[in-house]
């Protein structure tokens, strides 16, 4: 089946807008800094002020190296049944969390 060049340039042009959404949806610097407030407070008060653990486990790149970015982002996102972790979907957006457990992964500033 031959494509009609508009048919092309229509394509061209939905793949560019979407490309540029999917940039926009990165976190502000702003949110950033409200994320890491979260995740020292609210995170904290489990998972201790250090990160180092307490009700639920560290959060220390050490502990978290070789585990799946993706599992640690849907335990984030859908927390974890039988367990106090809450679920953060609906106060947190899949980019958010993407962020922190990149932040996490490689070591919270300030935390041990």
């Known amino acids: ?12 042009v939905l793949s560019l807008a979407a490309a540029t959404t999917q940039a926009s949806a990165e976190v502000s610097t ?3 800094r409200e994320l890491l407030h979260l995740l020292r407070h609210d995170c904290g008060s489990c998972h201790g002020m250090t990160l180092k653990g307490g009700l639920g486990p560290t959060l220390l790149p050490q502990a978290l ?3 799946p970015t993706e599992t640690l982002e849907a335990t984030v996102l859908y927390g ?5 972790m809450p679920p953060w979907r609906g106060l947190l957006t899949e980019e958010e969390v993407a962020w922190l457990v990149a932040l996490l992964m490689k070591g919270v500033p ?3």
């Open 80 to 84: 974890r049944a039988g367990t106090p």
């Open 65 to 67: 190296a070789g585990k």
């Open 30 to 32: 702003e949110r950033q």
């Open 110 to 112: 300030d935390a041990p």
């Open 1 to 12: 089946m031959r494509r009609h060049p508009l048919m092309l340039l229509l394509t061209a």
